[in-house]
């Protein structure tokens, strides 16, 4: 794992509120009885938290397929959200449609409700 620089990281009670929040969001998105066919996960990475969906493969249901959904990206210095949203090559695009936000709540009721279908299609 790469040092971070301290000036670089996420406030830890910040952190600690966006990672809380965020899995309670994919269980309240997951209901509990598809989760053996639906699981929605993130990961985080220095100073950016990345949502995930993950289905079982069509063919190998013992192997689990991955779709990201959106990307938070913390800018410490604005203190501020910027949202990403994800091409089909896998690559992250800056989510035109929102402005950057100090609240991450903002961000992710723009992904939960997806006014432009980019995030669950």
Not at 22 to 42: A, M, Q, S
Not at 65 to 77: C, G, H, I, L, P
Request: hydrophobic letters at 35%; aromatic letters at 12%; glycine letters at 4%.
């Amino acid at each position: 794992m790469s040092q971070q620089r301290q000036s670089d990281a996420i406030p830890d009670a910040l952190r600690a509120q966006v990672v809380e929040r965020l899995n309670r969001y994919c269980e309240e998105r997951v209901p509990p009885g598809i989760r053996d066919k639906l699981r929605l996960e993130w990961t985080m990475r220095e100073a950016s938290f990345t949502l995930t969906e993950r289905r079982p493969h069509f063919v190998r249901r013992d192997e689990w397929t991955e779709s990201k959904v959106a990307q938070f990206r913390y800018d410490v210095e604005a203190g501020q959200w910027t949202l990403f949203c994800c091409d089909r090559d896998s690559k992250w695009h800056e989510y035109l449609e929102l402005a950057p936000s100090s609240h991450f709540e903002t961000l992710l009721a723009e992904v939960n409700e997806d006014p432009t279908g980019i995030f669950w299609g």
